[in-house]
Each structure stands twice: as C-alpha cells, then as structure tokens.
C-alpha cells in the first residue's frame, strides 16, 4: 500500500535537509582568515577603548518595548489578508477596529512623551535652532 504524503510533511522533511546542505557547502567554501580586527567587538568602526559593557539609556529600551505591538500588528493583520475575500465586512470591520486601537495607542505615547529621548546638549540644540532660523 503506498501512503500519500501531503505538503506539510514533505516541507517538514525538505527544509532540515536543505538547511543542513546549505551549512555544510558553507563550511566546505568559506575561507578562514581570522585576524584580530575580525574577531574582536565592533563598535559603530571605532576600536574599543574602554570596557564594552557600559550602560545606556533605559529609554532604548523603552522605545524598544513600545515598537513591540506595532511591530506584531503586521503579524496580527497577516490571516485577514490571506483570507480577505471570506471574511467579508465584518473582517474589515473589525481589521479597522483593530488599526484604530493600535492608531489610538501610538498618539497615547506621543503626547504622552513616551518616545521622546532626553538629551544632554538638548538645549545648546534648541538654541542652534533658533540662531539658525534668526538668519
């Protein structure tokens, strides 16, 4: 008796396989040249000079959170667009409920300053700003 194999098994054994010939070709290809440059901590092309583990702002991290949910929401708004033509209005409807609250949310967190990233030289910017226009 010959068993049938539908396209989730076959794609569940094809992409191991080719994942694992496409490491191997690599390391069979690939040069190795290590040199210091190569291997140490990269940081923005300048050489470090001190410890690379320094802190910085908490507010990267808090921009870095808040991207989270408007980042989901093209992943939250992938199964109407595969199935748009089944789902009919009240898809649509509640898609645009949807982007509302995210809409809703992200002008919270604007005037909320929640985005906003504290400066140290912010007023020698501002200050700029205003010689700048003057002329």
């Known amino acids: ?14 992409v191991p396989i080719m994942g694992l010939a496409l490491v ?3 390391a069979m290809l690939a040069t190795q040249d290590n040199y210091n440059e190569k291997t140490g901590p990269f940081e923005c092309g300048f050489t470090s000079f001190s410890q ?4 910085f702002s908490v507010a990267f991290i808090l921009v870095a959170i808040l991207f989270l949910p408007f980042d989901l929401e093209i992943s939250s708004m992938l199964p109407y667009v595969l199935s748009s033509y089944n789902m ?3 898809g649509l409807l509640m898609l645009v409920l949807f982007l509302l609250m995210l809409v809703v949310g992200f002008t ?3 005037n ?3 985005l906003h990233i504290n400066r140290i030289n912010e007023h020698k ?3 700029l700003k205003k010689e700048f226009y003057k002329s």
């Open 52 to 55: 690379s583990r320094t802190p």
């Open 125 to 127: 910017v501002k200050s």
């Open 108 to 110: 919270y967190e604007i």
């Open 1 to 14: 008796m010959m068993y049938l194999l539908n396209p989730i098994k076959i794609y569940f054994m094809v």
């Open 88 to 90: 009919g209005v009240y």
């Open 112 to 114: 909320t300053g929640a």
């Open 24 to 26: 191997l070709v690599n």
